[in-house]
């Protein structure tokens, strides 16, 4: 059983991670880029990535205060942090679906670019967002530990950076249209954020 709780995250994420590789190079009737993130802001965002992923596995003699515990009950956050993990990522695949050839890792602008509000679109502007957020917050819970916090804290960080790019250029791509879309619709949090 011990195995089971000590590979459980790492094999989900790492399938979810594996789904994201497959689906980036299999994206049927992929539209031509015609403005893209500058590299710097990519990097950046990878590099936050990294370090949040990597504080799930420093080892606790390195930095022995990152394993703090927030929470008590460490039983009981598995459990709920295993399913806050799982829902917020099958939300962001059936966000990536949805979008279709509109994805794109980066924030980009692409020929015939088309504004999507179907399915999860119809709650928040950004649900892809939301689901890796919903992820991070799940394994953040999972382990009722700083480290975990700072994990979410980090991706949340690039991820709103990433949010805010993006809305200027939906906003400049599709003007009025999407202000209204943006009045009616939350960009992460339905009716809170």
Request: net charge positive; aromatic share 16%.
């Amino acid at each position: 059983m011990l195995a089971f709780y000590n590979w459980f995250f790492p094999v989900v994420w790492i399938a979810f991670l594996v789904y994201w590789q497959i689906a980036w190079h299999r994206i049927a009737g992929a539209k031509a880029t015609t403005r893209i993130e500058p590299t710097a802001s990519r990097v950046l965002r990878t590099i936050a990535f990294l370090v949040a992923i990597s504080l799930f596995f420093i080892p606790q003699p390195l930095a022995p205060w990152l394993f703090l515990r927030l929470l008590p009950n460490p039983l009981a956050c598995f459990w709920t942090g295993a399913a806050i993990t799982v829902a917020g990522l099958l939300f962001a695949v059936w966000a990536r679906i949805i979008l279709g050839a509109n994805w794109s890792r980066s924030v980009t602008i692409k020929e015939g670019h088309e504004l999507i509000t179907a399915g999860p679109y119809r709650r928040v502007r950004h649900p892809i967002y939301t689901g890796i957020l919903t992820g991070f917050l799940g394994s953040a819970v999972a382990t009722g530990q700083l480290r975990g916090l700072i994990a979410f804290a980090l991706v949340f960080l690039a991820l709103w950076y990433k949010l805010r790019l993006e809305e200027s250029w939906m906003r400049s791509q599709f003007g009025d249209v999407y202000t209204n879309y943006s009045r009616r619709t939350a960009a992460l949090v339905p009716w809170v954020l």
